[in-house]
């Protein structure tokens, strides 16, 4: 399994970004995914999840509203779209990934994935 995260920029507040995270190994279809993320001199948090049947979500408190978490037609990607975007978003976000879980099953702790992307940097200008 290797995951890779993309589509991270600069963009002004309020505006908008889709992350991506493919696994170039294998197809996403049986892995729940989460998005975490980490900013400068804080400790990595947890943003989104969904499970591998796609059917459930959960979302911290913080993005509620703002972004969502979807995984592809083909089930092969999972996105995080990202819609008005604050300044305080501005972080490093990581894809992770988890197998051998029931379809429903979706996880808020990084200790609970197994497999984890590259990072890729989203810097949100006031």
């Known amino acids: 399994v290797q995951l890779q995260a993309s589509g991270g920029g600069l963009v002004q507040a309020g505006g908008s970004l889709r992350l991506s995270c493919a696994n170039s190994?294998?197809?996403?279809?049986?892995?729940?995914v989460g998005w975490f993320r980490q900013a400068p001199g804080k400790e990595r948090e947890f943003v989104a999840a969904i499970s591998w049947s796609g059917d459930n979500t959960h979302y911290a408190h913080f993005v509620e509203g703002r972004f969502t978490i979807s995984r592809g037609n083909a089930n092969n990607v999972a996105y995080l779209q990202m819609n008005s975007l604050k300044p305080e978003d501005t972080a490093v976000y990581y894809c992770?990934?988890?197998?051998?879980?029931?379809?429903?099953?979706?996880?808020?702790?990084?200790?609970?994935?197994?497999?984890w992307g590259q990072g890729t940097q989203v810097t949100v200008s006031s």
């Open positions: 992770a990934a988890r197998t051998g879980v029931a379809s429903y099953l979706l996880f808020v702790k990084s200790y609970e994935y197994d497999y």
């Open positions: 190994g294998r197809p996403l279809n049986t892995y729940a």
